[in-house]
């Protein structure tokens, strides 16, 4: 199995056993749609912009959250 598709097959593997780890794919996937949304205005005023970053950053924790939880559980699992 290639590296990517072991990838892979571990999120699928949290998002079905893991609730914090899903919770945080759910956060993750709000936070991208709205910066979706945000990137799509013309002429965005300010709150939009500082909406923007902020959402950036919380996204960006999120996925280091999540990232952790997947090492977590790589290291467990390679220790047993």
Do not use: G
Not at 9 to 23: S, V
Request: hydrophobic share 35%.
């Amino acid at each position: 199995m290639s590296n990517l598709a072991s990838e892979v097959a571990l999120k699928d593997y949290l998002l079905a056993n893991d609730d914090k780890y899903r919770e945080l794919a759910s956060e993750h996937k709000r936070y991208e749609v709205r910066l979706s949304e945000l990137s799509c205005l013309p002429y965005p005023n300010e709150e939009e912009l500082i909406e923007e970053t902020i959402l950036k950053k919380k996204k960006l924790l999120l996925k280091d959250q999540m990232e952790a939880i997947a090492t977590k559980y790589k290291t467990s699992v390679t220790s047993h």
